[in-house]
């Protein structure tokens, strides 16, 4: 039983149009909820993160929007890129709890030219 | 800059032999991780580490051990390798707490079992 879902294995868009990555949990005690960027060949690296209290969270063209009451979270990617090109794993972790962060199973990103 | 440095890259084993991962971090965190990442699964959780001498099951721990004899070195211990442990092998180290809690990840070893 996965406690975190991402709906879709891979994405494809084109340059320049908003790529959004959808992702949900299931334990309400998850408060911290950090998306990693993962590119070929090398580990997966924080891209942006939000906590619970907060609905919304922007970096520049990245933007999460967070639903506590539905548990879910998207993740917008705004003016796409080709070298926005990679694997989005969203996760989440509970500061009551050890602290583990609990990845799902990735979106592959496509950006065509 | 937050560096963990994992070797081997790649690795061929061969069934019923002794595989052991190394990690090594220069971020002096308390936590270190190890996962293994496969399509379909993302990354899932083998073993961690608070400090020292300390190692938790993750988890997937089954056919894994792990030691932390330092701060800055975590090692993943496969006593007989199975070809279902074929994978990519992530290493992490991390700190909780603060606005940016972040975790910091090797560059992964290629783990094939023959």
């Known amino acids: 039983q996965q406690q975190v879902r991402q709906s879709s294995q891979s994405l494809t868009v084109w340059e320049g149009e908003t790529a959004i990555l959808n992702c949900s949990y299931e334990?309400?005690?998850?408060?911290?909820f950090p998306w990693y960027q993962q590119f070929p060949g090398e580990g997966p690296a924080l891209l942006i993160a939000i906590r619970s209290v907060s609905d919304k969270k922007e970096d520049g063209r990245f933007t999460i929007f967070f639903n506590k009451r539905e548990k879910n979270l998207s993740l917008h990617i705004k003016d796409s890129q080709p070298g926005d090109s990679a694997t989005y794993f969203c996760a989440a972790s509970a500061s009551s709890g050890s602290w583990q962060l609990i990845f799902g199973s990735g979106t592959q990103l496509t950006v065509m030219p | 800059e937050a560096a963990v440095t994992q070797s081997p890259r790649n690795k061929v084993a061969v069934t019923g032999g002794k595989v052991t991962l190394s990690c090594n971090q220069t971020n002096n965190h308390n936590n270190m991780y190890w996962y293994r990442q496969d399509t379909g699964h993302g990354l899932r959780l083998i073993h961690y580490?608070?400090?020292?001498?300390?190692?938790e099951k993750g988890d997937i721990p089954d056919g894994y051990k792990a030691s932390r004899p330092s701060q800055e070195n975590f090692s993943l211990i496969l006593e007989l390798a199975t070809p279902s442990q074929t994978s990519v092998y992530f290493c992490a180290s991390g700190d909780e707490g603060g606005e940016n809690t972040e975790v910091f990840f090797g560059k992964g070893t290629r783990l094939t079992v023959v």
């Open positions: 334990n309400s005690a998850f408060d911290y």
């Open positions: 580490s608070y400090g020292a001498g300390s190692t």
